[in-house]
Each structure stands twice: as structure tokens, then as C-alpha cells.
């Protein structure tokens, strides 16, 4: 077996064993239609599945491994893939399967180290001993290198045995990566319909003028609001001409709505919920809950035990009680995988009990999780996605009725292919999938705030799974959390430029032809509500239809 020893900054030398031989040459091992493998895996299986797309441009078949397996001993071995000549912007989808000895359990971190410039994690695992846990992720290189070692690491560095098998690297080009999002979009947020124009005894009219023009869009895009909104006719204007979802930024959390004990304050949001009602935008309840200690009410802090049990039952039913039927979502416990104040005062089955009682106030309401760097990054140990994924299936076996993945997208620069990744396994669940906070660090210039606000938008609503999308831009006279869309006068910024570019090419602003010799004409159109004006001989009739989520086409019949 070929070894090869490699220095990694921050690890010293170690010695990496190859998984495969990779030839100087970079295998062009992309399918012949260049698609995209959405398979992900979250439960631990007692056999390795097959390697996605063979492999890829890793090779497999050294005569003395032919099953592909490798066994090392982290701090000292580590298993690890190596590539040459990796392209810049090309989209890398990495995944593997691994099992562990010495250990039960531990978080294992896949990274890449190019060109000996530094390791940045691609991938994480929970990984277990005694089956196989799946990985997946990926990557984009700001520029080529000539040879990169993928390796992988246990968190705590403590002694343990880590066994790889079924690798694969699958390259994409920019443009292979936005066909398969366009037609992801053509499939799961677009339908075919076909109008059918007869006169009253059933024959078919050809050459009638048909017109279509959307009124109302099926999939949620939304943004936050403050208070500022209220009495800003403007505001309120643009804000209802692009979206048609919104959550509130901080007027429902706890330190708002009841700053003293007993002394509730409910306002604000009536006014702002209000405004959303009379406009037909639904709107997120955010947040019920927050575990983290520096957002918690004051008064709250210094509760006994008993008080504050007794306080958050109240906290609960006064707000969903007032609100019952009006919120479409609640976000319970927000950031628990980063925070703990209440499971440290209440005990280990806190949220559980969140969740029950929440559900039983307002049962037609959504129940979220809700939590941060899930999707933006692999390097927090707090909340990879495994963690998360065991923390949402540990409150439902525990009994709670918990019906939706919150995913707050606070990016940095995005890793596009290792968010993709990340969806897939999250959609291994079942469970509606938001982007509840989506903004871009205001540490880039506005130019590169706005590329990388289209890259996270664009993969985000052409993921299969997502099935809304709500930005973190509430509006201030100071500015925004961390991205704004436009400034206070409402002129836009090259972030809501983007927005309003994509929120037109993701409508169907008006489609029409005339019917075919079949008396039919068809078109493509983005799911929602439809006007439908249909014209012959100076007559014309007018009728409603929608576009719902559906394989076949759509046929609607109209009678001049």
C-alpha cells in the first residue's frame, strides 16, 4: 500500500494513508448528464451503501483493497483521500461512510487541505462504533491547487480508530450546478397547464386569445419587520409589492412583551400583525423561547425553580392564546443547541414540555426548531447537522409535535455545495424545511454582500426540500441587523436589486397566445393564483385558477 506524509498546518506531520489511487490527471467522472444525487443517509446502517457516482474522481481498485475500506488511528493515522489538480469554482460534492473503534461515539470532521495552505472542514459525522454513518458535503476553491489531501478528525482529538469506505468526489461546473437548479425549479416550484376553450355545444374554439397573469404565489418569501414599519405608508408599500411573508424581528420575544413580571405589552405586535392580516401576508411566530441566558428577561433570571416553571406556562398561554389561528409557525425553543438557560433550571425534558404546551394552546400552528449555523458552516461543533438532525428526533421520541426545521442562514462567504449537502440530509426527515433569517455579514462590501445573497437564495429555493425562505432585513433609520435591501428612503441597495431580480424571474408575470387546432393553449407557470381572460369574437371571459404542487399537467376547461 503506497503511503505518503503530508505537513497540515496546525497538525504537524502526519501520516495519511491512501484511500485509492488518484492518477496526475483530474478524471472527468461527472455522469454523462452531469446530474446532481440528492441521496443522504441519517440513520447509522450496518453496511456501507455504494459510493455516489462511483466514486467519482476518486479511484478505487488497488489490487491488494478491493473492498476500498481503510482503518487508521487519528493523532497518529488518518485516512485520507488525495487529489490533484482540483479546479477553481468548480462545485466539489464529497461523501463517505465511517465507523469508529475505540470510542462509542464522536464528532468526526472531513476537511481539505490544498496545497499544504491550510485545513477547512467540509463535512461532519456523528459517527458511531457500531455502524455506519454517513457523510456528506463539498466545496469551492477560491483558486486551483496541484494536490489536496482530504482527511478527517475526531473533535476531541482523543484516541480512536476511524474506518472510511465508499468515497466519492464529484466535481460540477457553475454551469452544470445552475441547470440542475433550473430544472429542480421547472419540477417542484413550476407546472404545465392547459386551457381548453369549446362554445356550448362542446366544439373546439380556434384562434381565441388567451391571457394568464399570476395574482399570488405559491412558495414564501418573506422578510423581518420592526416596528419602524408601522404608520411608514411607504415602507409598508414596498414591503407588500415583493413579498408575501414576513416575521417579526424582536416585538414577540419575551424581553418585549413582558419586560416586568405581569406588566404585558402586546401593542406593537397587534399593530404589526394588523398590518400583515390586512394585506394577506402570513406571517412566523418568532420566538416563544430562547435559551440563551443574555436574551432571557431579567426578572426571569432570578426566578426559583418553581416561579419560573410557573412563569413560562403563563408566558406560553398568553401568547398563544391571544394569538391562536393567527401565527402559521412557532419558533419554541430558539438556539438550543447553542444554549441551555432554561434546560439548566427546568431539567433535561424543559423543551419537551415547551412544545406540548404550545401545541395544545394552538394546535393549527407549526412547531419549529430554530437555530443557527446548521447550514452556514461545518466548523461549529455546536450544531452540525447530525446534532441537530439527533436533537429533533430525540424531542420527537420524547412525544413532542415538532413539524419543522428552522434554519436562520446568518452566512458568512457560502459554501454552496456543502449547504446543498446539508439539505439533503436534513430532508431525510420529512419535515418542511425554512430559512428563517437569511442575511449576508456586513464585513463584506456591498457588491459581495449581494453575489452571495443570489448564490444562498437561488440554491435555497431550488432545493426540493425548502419550502420557504424568509430574509433577516427589518429596516431601521441605523440600518439593519447585518444586511439591508435598500437604505432608509427606500432607494435599493445591490442586495434588494437582487431580491427584486429574483422575485421577478421566480413569478410568472404574464403568459397568452391563441388556441391551438385543438381549441387548447398550454404554458409553464410558478405555482399560485392565476386570472385567466380568454377572448373570441368580441366576446371575453374571465376566471380564477390555481397552480398547486403536482406532476401532471393541470388542465382547466372554459366555455365561450
Known sequence: MKMHRFALPGLGFLVLWMLLHCGSELAAAVPPDGWYD????????????????????????????????????????????????LNKTTMYTFSCWVKLEGAYSALITARLAPD???????????????????????????????????FFQNADKTPMKITVASGSLQPFTTDQWAMHQQDTIRKRRKRVATIHVADPQGARVVGASVSVQQTAKDFPIGSAIASTILGNQAYQQWFVDRFNAAVFEDELKWYSTEPMSGLLRFDVPDQMLAFVRSHRVMVRGHNIFWENQDATPRWVKNLTADDLRSAVN????????????????????????????????????????????????DPLATL????????????????????????????????????????EGHFSKPNIPLMRAILDKLATLGLPIWFTEIDISNKFDAQTQAAYLEQVLREAYSHPAVSGVMLWTAL????????????????????????????NEWRTLQAGGQTDAHGAYSFSGYLGEYVLTVSYNNRTTQSTFSLSPGDETRHINVQM
Open 314 to 361: 403563563t408566558r406560553i398561554q398568553s401568547l398563544m392564546t391571544r394569538y391562536r389561528g393567527e401565527f402559521a409557525h412557532w419558533d419554541v425553543n430558539n438556539e438550543m443547541l447553542h444554549y441551555n438557560f432554561y434546560e439548566q433550571r427546568l431539567g433535561p425534558n424543559a423543551s419537551m414540555d415547551f412544545f406540548s404546551v404550545a401545541q395544545d394552546a
Open 368 to 407: 419549529f426548531m430554530n437555530e443557527y449555523n446548521v447550514i452556514e458552516t461545518c466548523d461549529d461543533p455546536f450544531s452540525t447537522v447530525d446534532t441537530y438532525v439527533a436533537k429533533l428526533k430525540e424531542l420527537r421520541s420524547g412525544g413532542a409535535i415538532l413539524e419543522g426545521i428552522g434554519l
Open 476 to 503: 431601521h433609520p441605523s440600518g439593519c441587523y447585518q444586511m439591508c435591501l435598500t437604505d432608509w428612503n427606500l432607494a435599493n441597495l445591490p442586495t434588494g436589486d437582487v431580491v427584486d431580480r429574483l422575485l
Open 38 to 85: 440528492y441521496s443522504a443517509y441519517t440513520d447509522c446502517r450496518g453496511q456501507p451503501e455504494p459510493a455516489l457516482y462511483n466514486g467519482g474522481i476518486l479511484k478505487f481498485g488497488n489490487s491488494d483493497d478491493s473492498d476500498g475500506y481503510r482503518t487508521t488511528e487519528t493523532g497518529v493515522f488518518s485516512p485520507a483521500f488525495v487529489v490533484y489538480n
Open 116 to 150: 499544504n495552505t491550510g485545513a477547512r472542514c467540509i463535512a461532519t459525522v456523528l459517527a458511531r462504533s457500531d455502524c455506519w454513518a454517513f457523510v456528506k458535503g463539498g466545496f469551492v476553491l477560491d483558486w486551483p491547487t496541484q494536490t489536496s489531501v482530504i
